[in-house]
């Protein structure tokens, strides 16, 4: 230590760690703690896309109905289920009676030994549609699909009902073939001519998609129906497309892809179709009236 007037020249020792601190405590410090905050949000979105996948109703029920007089193309109707690019986790064909059951088992006892077969109550065509039992076996995250006895089904069909529904979170039911409000439903030359629709119409014959609450309660809503009207028990359609409306649950188009093959219409055959013997513009006309009066 030397002194000069005024001035304290002792020497001290040099901190030679305050700079280190100082960057540590201005520079380093914030950046990690906003890098770790970065690093939690992404852990957490993607935690959050698994669950979704996760979350994704990607299980499929088939449910159908058929006819003796029908049953001869069942074969190839479940054949192209089976063979989905998304396979449906159950095929369930719902029968009215004894002779209709012989008629599928006979055309299924040598191939197709993983669908169902089940004697269910008979409600015409509706008798597709799962029975509550039915319903409360299905996951409730599952999709059902309501399919016809006489087609044979595009591969990708499935598989393209599912994407459209999963990215449609608003839409509860989406069919390939939907007749909108204000469009006609055909009457097949009966005497009361066409139909007006008055709410979505949803066709199951190319395939009608419905999340599984969309089917809860359908049950009671068909015997009101048919107790209030009996000629709905033949335009299942028309009454089920009713139930949503009452609901107020969306029934939406399936656009498939441009390239998409064609189902094949494999002909119910002229004994066997409801159209070519029921006055179908007076049924679907008297339907609609007793679900807009029960709404």
Known sequence: ?????????????????????????????????????????WVDERGDAHNRRQALPTEVFVFLTTTALRAHNIHRVTASLASQTLKPRQITINMGDNGTMAAVSEQLKENHLGVHVELVPEHGPGTKYPTPAQLNQVPANAFVLIVDDDWSYTPTLIEQMVRFMTTHPT??????????????APGYQSEC???????????????????????????????????LEPQCKFVDDMYVSGFQHMHGRKIAKVELDAQTEASVDLGGGKDGALRTHHKRGCENTACQNAVLRSV
């Open 1 to 41: 230590t030397f002194r000069v007037q005024g001035l304290d020249t002792s020497l001290k020792p040099i901190p030679l760690m305050s700079g280190l601190q100082v960057f540590c405590k201005t520079l380093l410090l914030p950046w990690l703690v906003s890098s770790l905050g970065h690093l939690q949000t």
């Open 171 to 184: 839409v509860d039911a989406g069919g390939i073939f939907v007749r909108g409000v204000g469009e006609k």
């Open 193 to 227: 001519g066409d139909t007006l629709v008055k709410y979505a119409l949803g066709y199951a014959s190319n395939g009608l998609l419905f999340r599984k609450f969309a089917l809860d309660g359908l049950d009671q809503f068909r015997e009101r129906m048919l107790n």
